[in-house]
């Protein structure tokens, strides 16, 4: 068997990055189009993003143990006893990484905050198991959390609590309560909110589709944030291992450059295509 090159890690690397940014473009876009009758795009946004957190975090581990294992990498069997599909756990790695090098970052210096804590958790789930929800309930009668509730009821209800105004929730109940009023009489509606519950009314339809309509930009700004976390560590573990001197890896800022924008320039992009 050939022994690998350090042209052949550079090589592999920058590909690993080049489709981990894809990833959570994709994801970044997604996110903010999903909603109680496009579930599938939910599934969509949660298999980017927990791919592309997933891969980006284990970049960040294998230049880790790189720099503590004299320039050598992991092998796949100590990768998977370690790591697995845990997102959370590479959050931790990273974190302590960070601390114990005592480096500022530019923007977060953690993701502690109960809202990250509850987005990280949802998508570390989904890439452990949840992802398969429904056929494991098929084939081994058994079910995870349903990803989708539980997003709804851990971010997007409390994204609505915090940071919509009370002015803006009286608006959107007004709005719903007019076009059922409206449409009562001739509009018959069936669809399964979220959380699994029944929306048979255009009154609560409406009142869905207001409350999505007020988070969907809170929610893409808080996966931006996460985003931009595992990006600024990635550029942070990569100036450590570069001054080790083993051997020459990319320059990963410029791969993810776009995720290193500020909020206000990100409040206008509802979509990211880099092509």
């Excluded at 599938?40 to 960040?60: D, H, M, N």
Aim: charged content about 30%; overall charge neutral.
């Amino acid at each position: 068997m050939t022994k690998n090159t350090d042209n052949d890690y550079f090589d592999a690397l920058c590909k690993e990055a080049q489709f981990t940014v894809e990833m959570l473009c994709s994801g970044y876009t997604e996110i903010r189009k999903a909603n109680y009758a496009k579930r599938g795009v939910y599934f969509q946004a949660f298999t980017s993003l927990s791919t592309g957190f997933e891969r980006i975090g284990k970049l960040c581990y294998l230049l880790i143990y790189a720099i503590e294992h004299g320039g050598s990498f992991p092998t796949d069997k100590d990768l998977k006893k370690v790591l697995r599909h845990d997102i959370i756990k590479l959050y931790e790695l990273i974190l302590e990484f960070k601390n114990n090098h005592d480096i500022k970052y530019d923007f977060l210096q953690d993701l502690d905050k109960p809202i990250y804590q509850s987005i990280l958790n949802v998508l570390s789930r989904f890439a452990k198991g949840d992802r398969y929800a429904n056929i494991d309930l098929l084939i081994n009668n058994r079910s995870y959390d349903d990803p989708i509730s539980v997003w709804y009821k851990d971010v997007d209800l409390v994204i609505f609590q915090e940071k919509i105004s009370d002015k803006k929730k009286e608006k959107i109940k007004r709005d719903a309560s007019l076009v059922h009023y409206l449409t009562f009489n001739f509009v018959m509606l069936r669809h399964t909110g979220e959380d699994g519950k029944e929306i048979n009314t255009a009154f609560e339809g409406s009142l869905r589709t207001g409350i999505n309509d007020a988070v969907a930009p809170y929610r893409q700004l808080y996966v931006f944030h996460i985003i931009r976390f595992f990006v600024e560590s990635l550029n942070m573990v990569e100036s450590v291992f570069n001054n080790k001197n083993f051997f020459e890896i990319p320059y990963f800022m410029e791969i993810f450059r776009f995720f290193y924008n500020d909020d206000s320039y990100m409040k206008g992009r509802k979509t990211i295509n880099l092509l």
